[in-house]
């Protein structure tokens, strides 16, 4: 029997738990994201939105869909050792990488040239009731524009680790099924001959130890 070595994420963890806890998440996040993003697009009417903020709604809310539902299939291919779902999970994560990093930068282009940062603050200190609420209104608009940037790079940075530990699940599979790439060893030994011991080919019968007279009896006499 060929034994694989397990390949592990976070020191100690095997990947095989990492792909089920990717697509655990992947199913309760991205549903819960899908479920928001798709309530929001149907409110669309009540509250209207600038022509490029929708655009990002859309790609946002199917991306999340995406995802929910790639996740199903990654689940089931860690279950059942499914290469083609787990390499299928592998392809659809790493392009949903692409797509968020896209989407992401395009969100932050557009916070940071979008004039909102006035509206923000003036609402902000109409509503304000004391002087620590006011002063940061003064400052809110950076501290929202430094969340939603760590926000992004936390997921970006989170996505690429997911995506390195299938990919490390689908080559531990291939490893596995993989022929054993040594040769049987023949042995030396011509057909028909008996093997023969170590202890029995060392010096033959003339080994002092293996004649009678060198044999104890069990209260240690010696036998004649």
Known sequence: MV???????????????????????????????????????????????????????????????????????????????RRSLLNFYWMMLAAHLVFSIASGIFSIYSMFNEDISSEFTEQCADDAVDDITDEFCGNGMTVVKGIIIGF????????????????????QLDDEKAPYPYPAIKSAVPAGAIPVTTYNSYGGTNYAFTQPHQ???ANGHRRV
């Open 3 to 81: 034994y694989v070595r397990t390949r592990t994420f976070c020191c100690c963890l095997p990947v095989r738990l990492g792909v089920f806890i990717l697509a655990i998440l992947g199913v309760l996040i991205g549903g819960f994201l899908t479920v928001a993003g798709w309530l929001q697009v149907a409110n669309l009417t009540q509250h209207p939105l600038s022509t490029r903020d929708e655009v990002a709604l859309y790609v946002q809310t199917v991306m999340f869909t995406l995802l929910a539902v790639v996740s199903i299939f990654g689940f089931i291919g860690a279950a059942s050792r």
């Open 152 to 171: 992004f790079v936390i997921s970006w940075l989170f996505q690429l680790y997911g995506c390195i530990i299938v990919s490390n699940y689908v080559d």
């Open 215 to 217: 044999s104890f009896d």
